[in-house]
C-alpha cells in the first residue's frame, strides 16, 4: 500500500454493519475441490484440468512489526479463514516480510514476546483467549499456522514478499523499496524465496508467490528488474516448481512498460503471472475534481498501456492490490471504484482486494490502528460494508469465456 492516502481519522465507534458475520459463522462445510497445482494458460489461470480458476482474493496483512498474521487477537484464526470463504473470497495474498525468512534470530522470538517488545499487552490478552495454541509458538510457527488454517480451509494462498524489514509498507525512502537499498539485499532476497518457496512446496494451497511489492524509489531501473526478478523467479521455481510466480512492476507496481519491447526470459514456462496495483488515490484527487467519466477514460488508458497490455501478450495480469474507503464517504474513491469494477469485469481479472483487517495490532505508530479500507470491522467481527461486499461479489466468479480474444 504506497503512502498516498488522505489521513484518516482513528475512530473506533463507527457504526458496524448489522450482519452478524465471523461472530455467528455457520459450521456447515462446503466441499471445495483441491485447484493445485495451477499454471496459466495464454492470459488465464488454470487447474490440472485445464480450466480457469479465478483468484478471488482479499489481502491478509502479516508483515508489520509483530510480525504476526493481523486479527488474531480478535478471532480464532480458523474462524477468520472460514470466514473469508463465506465472504465470497477463494483466496488470500498473505503478506511477509523478508527477515522472518533470513533472520532466525528474529524468526524463533515467540509471539507473546513480540507482542511484549512493542508493549501490545491488550493484544496479548486477546490473542491467549482466541489463538492459545499460536501464543507460544515462535514467529515462523505461527505464519506457519496461518497458512495452514488457510489451507485446511480450502482457501488458496498467495504468498507475497511485502516488504524486508517488518513494518507498514510503502514509501521511496524507506529502505525496502528497491535492489540495492539499505534492507533490500539481492542475495539475502533470493534466499528467503528459496526458504519459503521450500517450506511450503509440501502446502498444496499455496499456489503462488509474489516476489516483491511495489519496486519503488531513486534506485529503482529497469536493467536491474530484469537481473533481480529473473533470478528471483527462477530461484523460486527451482526450490518450488508448482507455484504460479508473480512479478511486479516499477514505480509502486504501476508500471510493467517496458515488458512491452523486452519480455522476461525464463528457463520455464506456464508458470508467469505480472501484478499491477490500482487505487483512487493513485490519481492524486482527480476523480473528485474532474468529470469522472474522462477520467475513467484516460487512466484506463494509461493502465492498459503500463500493464493491461500483458494480457494482450498472454500473461494473467493479477491485480493484487485495490480497495475503498468503506465508510463510503470518500468521494474519490466511489467514482474511482465505479471505473474499477467496469473495467475488472471487463477483462474478468484476478486481483486481491486490500484489505481484510478491520484494524492493526500497531500500524504506523498507532495501537489499535482502525482500517478504513478493510471488509471487516474493528473488531474483525462483521462485515463492515456489506453493501461494497454484494457489489464485489459480482467480480468472485468467472464470467469470460477462456479463449475470448482480449486484444484490444
Ligand atoms: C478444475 O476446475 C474445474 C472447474 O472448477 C473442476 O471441475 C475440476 O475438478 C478441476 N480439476 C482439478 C484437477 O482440480
Ligand atoms: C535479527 O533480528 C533481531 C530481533 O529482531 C534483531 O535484533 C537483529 O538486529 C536482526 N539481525 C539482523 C542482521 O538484521
Ligand atoms: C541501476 O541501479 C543500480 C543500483 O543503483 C546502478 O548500479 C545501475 O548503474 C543502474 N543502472 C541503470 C541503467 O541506471
Ligand atoms: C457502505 O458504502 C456505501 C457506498 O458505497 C455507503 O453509502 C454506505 O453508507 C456505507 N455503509 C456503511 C455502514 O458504512
Redesign the pocket.
Given at each position: 500500500m504506497p503512502p498516498l492516502q488522505i489521513l484518516r481519522k482513528k475512530n473506533d465507534n463507527m457504526g458496524s454493519s448489522s450482519i452478524f458475520f465471523l461472530c455467528v459463522l455457520s459450521s456447515f462445510l462446503l466441499y471445495v475441490a483441491m485447484p493445485q497445482p495451477l499454471s496459466t494458460n495464454s492470459r488465464w489461470v488454470v487447474n490440472e484440468s485445464g480450466q480457469r480458476v479465478k483468484l478471488a482474493c482479499v489481502n491478509w496483512v502479516a508483515h508489520l512489526e509483530v510480525v504476526v498474521a493481523e486479527g488474531l487477537n480478535k478471532q480464532p484464526v480458523d474462524v477468520i479463514s472460514k470466514g473469508i470463504l463465506d465472504m465470497g473470497f477463494n483466496c488470500v495474498r498473505l503478506t511477509w516480510p523478508l527477515f522472518l525468512f533470513t533472520n532466525d534470530t528474529l524468526a524463533s522470538i515467540t509471539v507473546r514476546q513480540s507482542f511484549k517488545n512493542l508493549g501490545l499487552v491488550e493484544s496479548i490478552a486477546g490473542l491467549q483467549a482466541n489463538n492459545p495454541s499460536i501464543i507460544d509458538l515462535s514467529l515462523i510457527n505461527a505464519y506457519q499456522a496461518v497458512v495452514a488454517s488457510l489451507a485446511n480451509n480450502n482457501v488458496m494462498i498467495v504468498l507475497d514478499n511485502q516488504i524486508s524489514k517488518p513494518g507498514w509498507c510503502c514509501s521511496n525512502s524507506d529502505g525496502n523499496g528497491?535492489?540495492?537499498d539499505q534492507y533490500f539485499n539481492p542475495d539475502l532476497w533470493i534466499k528467503g524465496l528459496t526458504k519459503v518457496a521450500t517450506m511450503f512446496k509440501g502446502t498444496k494451497n499455496v499456489v503462488a508467490m509474489s516476489l516483491r511489492n511495489e519496486l519503488r524509489g531513486?534506485?529503482?531501473?529497469?536493467?536491474?528488474w530484469y537481473r533481480y526478478m529473473q533470478k528471483g523467479a527462477e530461484a523460486v521455481h527451482a526450490a518450488n516448481p508448482n507455484v504460479l510466480v508473480i512479478l511486479s512492476g516499477l514505480n509502486y507496481d504501476k508500471d510493467l512498460s517496458f515488458i512491452l519491447n523486452k519480455p522476461v526470459q525464463l528457463t520455464f514456462t506456464n508458470k508467469l503471472v505480472f501484478e499491477v496495483h490500482w487505487y483512487g488515490f493513485s490519481n492524486g484527487k482527480e476523480w473528485e475534481t474532474s468529470n469522472p467519466n474522462l477520467v475513467c477514460g484516460q487512466v484506463l488508458g494509461n493502465l492498459m498501456g503500463n500493464a493491461g497490455f500483458v494480457l494482450g501478450q498472454g500473461f494473467p495480469l493479477f491485480v493484487s492490490e485495490f480497495g475503498v474507503d468503506m465508510r463510503g464517504t470518500n468521494v474519490n474513491d466511489n467514482r474511482y471504484f465505479n471505473c474499477f469494477m467496469g473495467w475488472a469485469a471487463e477483462y474478468d481479472l484476478d486481483w486481491a482486494l486490500w484489505t481484510l483487517a478491520g484494524s492493526y495490532y500497531l500500524r504506523e505508530g498507532v495501537v489499535g490502528r482502525n482500517e478504513y479500507y478493510g471488509v471487516l470491522d474493528w473488531n474483525w467481527c462483521d462485515v463492515r460494508n456489506s453493501s461494497f461486499l454484494q457489489r464485489l461479489s459480482v467480480l468472485q466468479s468467472p464470467f469470460r469465456g477462456m479463449f475470448e480474444n482480449t486484444r484490444k
Open positions: 528497491f535492489f540495492g531513486p534506485k529503482q531501473n529497469v536493467t536491474d
